[in-house]
């Protein structure tokens, strides 16, 4: 198809109409004719009077189609167009207070440029109610639904907001491979596939890389990109392909990492709030905007927390969930957790010198939700062999990463967040899949 819009005329019968979406009509087009393009959302047939409500990505108008106003091929078609076909509609606007949105359109032409089949596997107009599984299996029409595109409108708005607020703070936009030879933080987790003669996996984060772009002198990277866990439990919080927000900075320590996380996190908040004012109506949704700085707790700190309500965890081991959901009734906002037991975090993270038993770490929660993960790293190389081999791996398998540690390592600080964490805690959705176009889950490959 050539560059012009959409249609059934010849060029020479082209008239020229302007091409609006339905949000873009206005008082200033009453009386105007203008050309949409869209979905039937619904049809309303009175007899000599159809109603068709028209739906493009930007919101609904009224199509009507007096019998004795319209052109009889039109209101043949539009009597019996199916729900969800794709629409070609000229016509003039007209003010109507009873239509949604106040305005309706006259058509003098009504095509169907693709009829579609009935019944729907889905209901867009979400008359009958589905299940997460149901409208994941059919998720092109679900994301019909303005609810649903709103989601993702708002995860686009929220992406270029990292992005511009990274670029601002001299951040470098790179991209590490994917497929790879050696685990990030041991053998676990990982998605084995064949890679010609030899195995490899799929990564479970850009770690590794992003440490050696320190060695390089970028000083500064982020990447926007999938990270991949093999991990068997199905939660809604938990992917198995997830998008992963990842910071590397050199001659900052972890608090200044946290620093510069806290101030994303806000700007996200910001600019949706600016930017996205439509779609979080759509959602009936009011965002406030976090307050900066967030509250910081140590690991002990909040494993008191916990221990006073109840659940007593171990030093050194992971906080469990039920813990962490105890912890957020006394912090339902953002906070950290810092200076976890060294032996909680990955070998990477930097031990204190003068208590080498915690390290300089830090977890960004949500109330119960890990949003982030970072520390400031080990950028000395002897220390780095010591710790891989503490945690029971073999420092041969990490020799490229390794090397990059000897020949000039500044020190330096990063972390993950999990971009669709971050889009669920925002919007409050109740599972990471509602904020996922095509989830990967333990049951869940295909769409
Ligand atoms: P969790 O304890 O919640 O399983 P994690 O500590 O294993 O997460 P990290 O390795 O710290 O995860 O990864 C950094 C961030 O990436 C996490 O804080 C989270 O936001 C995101 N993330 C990690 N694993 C997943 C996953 N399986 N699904 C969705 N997001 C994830
Ligand atoms: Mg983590």
Not at 41 to 56: S, T
Request: hydrophobic fraction near 40%; charge should be negative; glycine fraction near 6%.
């Amino acid at each position: 198809m050539s560059g012009t819009e959409m249609g059934v005329e010849t060029e020479a019968e082209v008239e020229k109409v302007e091409r609006k979406h339905t949000a873009e009509i206005g008082e200033e087009d009453v009386g105007k004719k203008v050309k949409l393009y869209g979905w039937v959302h619904e049809v309303r047939d009175h007899g000599g009077l159809v109603f068709v409500i028209l739906r493009d990505r930007e919101g609904f108008i009224q199509v009507t189609l007096p019998k004795k106003k319209v052109d009889p091929e039109s209101f043949k078609t539009a009597k019996k167009v199916h729900r969800e076909s794709v629409v070609e509609v000229v016509g003039v606007v007209k003010a109507e207070p009873k239509a949604p949105g106040g305005y309706e359109i006259i058509p003098e032409k009504f095509v169907v440029l693709n009829e579609a089949d009935a019944p729907l596997p889905l209901d867009v107009a979400e008359k009958v109610p589905a299940e997460l599984d149901t409208r994941l299996d059919h998720r092109y029409l679900d994301l019909r639904k303005p609810k649903v595109q709103a989601i993702f409108r708002i995860r686009h708005c929220m992406l270029q907001s990292v992005r511009a607020f990274l670029c601002e703070e001299g951040f470098i936009e790179v991209n590490t491979p994917k497929i790879v030879s050696t685990a990030t933080e041991g053998g676990t987790e990982l998605f084995p596939i064949s890679y010609f003669e030899k195995e490899a996996f799929l990564n479970q984060s850009p770690q590794l890389y992003k440490q050696v772009l320190m060695a390089s002198g970028l000083e500064r990277v982020f990447e926007i990109g999938p990270i991949f866990r093999a991990e068997e439990h199905n939660t809604v919080r938990h992917l198995n392909e997830a998008v992963s927000i990842d910071i590397e900075a050199s001659f900052l320590d972890h608090k200044g990492v946290m620093d510069v996380l806290e101030r994303l996190v806000k700007r996200v908040y910001e600019d949706v709030n600016e930017k996205c004012e439509r779609y979080l109506e759509w959602l009936n949704l009011k965002l406030e905007v976090p307050e900066t700085p967030f509250e910081r707790i140590s690991y002990d700190e909040a494993l008191e927390i916990a221990n006073r309500k109840g659940e007593s965890i171990p030093w050194g081991e992971d906080i469990s969930t039920p813990a962490l959901k105890l912890i957020a009734e006394e912090m339902p906002e953002h906070y950290f957790i810092m200076d976890w037991p060294t032996k909680s975090k990955p070998f990477y993270a930097m031990p204190y010198e003068d208590r080498p038993e915690i390290c300089k770490s830090f977890d960004l929660m949500k109330g119960a939700l890990e949003l982030a993960s970072g520390a400031q790293r080990i950028h000395l190389h002897d220390l780095l062999v010591k710790r891989i081999e503490e945690c029971g791996m073999n420092p041969e398998s990490f020799g490229f990463y390794l090397e990059a540690f000897r020949y000039g390592m500044p020190p330096h600080a990063g972390w993950g967040l999990g971009a669709d964490r971050l889009l669920m805690s925002m919007l409050g959705l109740k599972n990471i899949r509602e904020g996922v176009l095509f989830p990967r889950d333990r049951n869940r490959l295909v769409p």
